[in-house]
Structure formats: structure tokens, C-alpha cells
């Protein structure tokens, strides 16, 4: 449900700033730590969950011998 009050934008206090890329402080420690978090994702986590679900789906096929009276069935149907 979505909220039909309007909220007014002075009451949330953003300060004008905060679109000023100048202002940003750090940039290059942000760009490292978001690459890190890259590199620890894809080398890490990915290779985990994959080890792991890769036991949980196996195929598993069971034959069932079948009777005659399937057996007749069938080679009626083709």
C-alpha cells in the first residue's frame, strides 16, 4: 500500500551538498573497498554456493521393470 501523504523535503534535513561530488571525501578508498567486496564475492561466495547446491540436485533415476499387462498396454499405444 502505497503512503498518499506528501512528505515535505525541508522536514528530512538533506543538506544542500550532498550532490557535489567535490564534497565526496575518499573516493579512491571507496572505489578499493567496493572492488574487494567485488573480488571476495565472485571468488569466494559464488564458488561456495555452488559447491554446496551441487550436492542437494542430483538426478536421480530409477528404473522400474515393468509387467506384462504395461508392457501390453504400451505396444498398443505406439
Same mark, same amino acid.
Given at each position: 500500500? $502505497? &503512503? /498518499?501523504? &506528501? %512528505? /515535505?523535503? #525541508?522536514?528530512? /534535513? %538533506?543538506? #544542500? *551538498? %550532498? /550532490?557535489?561530488? #567535490? *564534497?565526496? $571525501?575518499n573516493k579512491t578508498a571507496n572505489y578499493t573497498l567496493q572492488t574487494i567486496g567485488w573480488f571476495c564475492l565472485m571468488w569466494l561466495l559464488f564458488p561456495l554456493v555452488s559447491l554446496f547446491g551441487e550436492f542437494k540436485h542430483e538426478v536421480r533415476q530409477f528404473q522400474k521393470p515393468y509387467d506384462n499387462q504395461q508392457a501390453e498396454q504400451i505396444s498398443l499405444m505406439v
Open positions: 500500500m $502505497k &503512503n /498518499d501523504t &506528501n %512528505i /515535505d523535503v #525541508e522536514v528530512l /534535513d %538533506i543538506p #544542500e *551538498y %550532498i /550532490d557535489q561530488p #567535490e *564534497y565526496v $571525501k
